[in-house]
T-cell receptor, first 113, second 114 residues
């Protein structure tokens, strides 16, 4: 089955700096890669996603890049703000595994003033 | 429209008792997942239902855990003979398999085993 690895597990940045979180996946048949943000005490919510036919997608301060050859994808947050502090999860959807979505282990992002 | 709902929101039970947790997915979503999240930890996959296919039970931690999905809609996660290590938030999520593929999470059930 699909295996998703996520790094780093914790990330601390100064307000205004950029943050990058990286994930790798194992199943070359995976075709959908979402990113979820989970604030303390709340449920995970989708912030951005990318499909395998696209290399990059942006939405205001967040962007996701995908390298299918290397089987890795990354989340980029620019001009970080305190409200960006949360746990971020990457995921990959494998068509070979009944379209199951597999999550990474999460990154605790802390944006310091 | 209505999102994913779960009940109860909180459950306190004594060690050794059985518990049932309920998930109502978004109408029309054929895929349903259960996850367990301990405090400060990631999303531990438990079980995945997709349409009429046999469920993927590969994440169930022991035979004390079981789940069913009736009529392709509501799902119930049952934990028998609960142990203190079962204490966690249990999250349910559902997805449309015809797109968009966003997975919508319910608010979770916080289970405390005393």
């Amino acid at each position: 089955g699909e295996n998703v690895e996520q790094h780093p597990s914790t990330l601390s940045v100064q307000e205004g700096d950029s943050a990058v979180i990286k994930c790798t996946y194992s199943d070359s048949a995976s075709n959908y890669f979402p990113w979820y943000k989970q604030e303390l005490g709340k449920r995970p919510q989708l912030i951005i996603d990318i499909r395998s036919n696209v290399g990059e997608k942006k939405d205001q301060r967040i962007a996701v890049t995908l390298n299918k050859t290397a089987k890795h994808f990354s989340l980029h947050i620019t001009e970080t703000q305190p409200e960006d502090s949360a746990v971020y999860f990457c995921a990959a959807r494998s068509t070979g595994g009944g379209n199951k979505l597999t999550f990474g282990t999460g990154t605790q992002l802390k944006v310091e003033l | 429209g209505a999102g994913v709902s779960q009940s109860p929101s909180n459950k306190v039970t004594e060690k050794g008792k059985d518990v049932e947790l309920r998930c109502d997915p978004i109408s029309g979503h054929t895929a349903l997942y259960w996850y367990r999240q301990s405090l400060g930890q990631g999303l531990e996959f438990l079980i995945y239902f997709q349409g009429n296919s046999a469920p993927d039970k590969s994440g169930l931690p022991s035979d004390r855990f079981s789940a069913e999905r009736t009529g392709g809609s509501v799902s119930t996660l049952t934990i028998q003979r609960t142990q203190q290590e079962d204490s966690a938030v249990y999250l349910c999520a559902s997805t449309s398999m015809t797109g968009p593929y966003e997975q919508y999470f319910g608010p979770g059930t916080r289970l405390t085993v005393t």
